[in-house]
T-cell receptor, first 114, second 115 residues
Framework: GNSVTQMEGPVTLSEEAFLTINCTYTATGYPSLFWYVQYPGEGLQLLLKATKADDKGSNKGFEATYRKETTSFHLEKGSVQVSDSAVYFCALSVVDTGRRALTFGSGTRLQVQP | DAMVIQNPRYQVTQFGKPVTLSCSQTLNHNVMYWYQQKSSQAPKLLFHYYDKDFNNEADTPDNFQSRRPNTSFCFLDIRSPGLGDAAMYLC??????????????FGPGTRLTVL
């Protein structure tokens, strides 16, 4: 089946520190990969995505590269801000046999301190 | 701006009292989804509509029903809410192309409290 594994949180960083949140996956087909962000009390916002191997998704200073050989999609940001404090979900999508669904990781809470 | 709207943002109901949550979209997407998200957990898909075709997840309790009267609106009905149904309910949409690149866009969620 399909699954996504994320590093456990919380991740606590100081402002301007470098961020990496690890994400690895297993999939029965050729998945698209996503990072969603959820701010406190809010729904999920699409942060970035990649649809094929070696694609790099980027948005708001965040980046992630689709690595098929290591089945990974790690999220990185060079310099985090307090406003980046949120829960980050890695997810994959494989449309097969009439079922369409996102498979989410368990989420990683990021806390950025001033 | 095109978007996914959920109403209300916060809903309080009593144990066993039916409740309906609403979702609307201006994206003109074919597919609408309902997810349940409990505290500190990942969202869990309950069901989705592809146009008018309803697709239930195998482990979704019968207590949860859905209606989609037109392209823009989708409702989640909880017939007899229990304490365990307290959660954030997320609506999402996607265009419905038959590819894995079919990105899902989420609404802000409705937080349901069951007293």
């Amino acid at each position: 089946g399909n699954s996504v594994t994320q590093m456990e949180g919380p991740v606590t960083l100081s402002e301007e520190a470098f961020l990496t949140i690890n994400c690895t996956y297993t999939a029965t087909g050729y998945p698209s990969l996503f990072w969603y962000v959820q701010y406190p009390g809010e729904g999920l916002q699409l942060l970035l995505k990649a649809t094929k191997a070696d694609d790099k998704g980027s948005n708001k200073g965040f980046e992630a590269t689709y690595r098929k050989e290591t089945t990974s999609f790690h999220l990185e940001k060079g310099s985090v801000q307090v406003s980046d404090s949120a829960v980050y979900f890695c997810a994959l999508s494989v449309v097969d046999t009439g079922r369409r669904a996102l498979t989410f990781g368990s989420g990683t809470r990021l806390q950025v301190q001033p | 701006d095109a978007m996914v709207i959920q109403n209300p943002r916060y809903q309080v109901t009593q144990f066993g009292k039916p409740v309906t949550l609403s979702c609307s979209q201006t994206l003109n997407h074919n597919v609408m989804y309902w997810y349940q998200q409990k505290s500190s957990q990942a969202p869990k898909l309950l069901f989705h509509y592809y146009d008018k075709d309803f697709n239930n997840e195998a482990d979704t309790p019968d207590n949860f029903q859905s209606r989609r009267p037109n392209t823009s609106f989708c409702f989640l009905d909880i017939r007899s809410p229990g304490l365990g149904d307290a959660a954030m309910y997320l609506c999402a949409t996607s265009s419905g192309v038959w590819e894995s690149t079919d990105t899902q866009y989420f609404g802000p969620g409705t937080r349901l409290t069951v007293l």
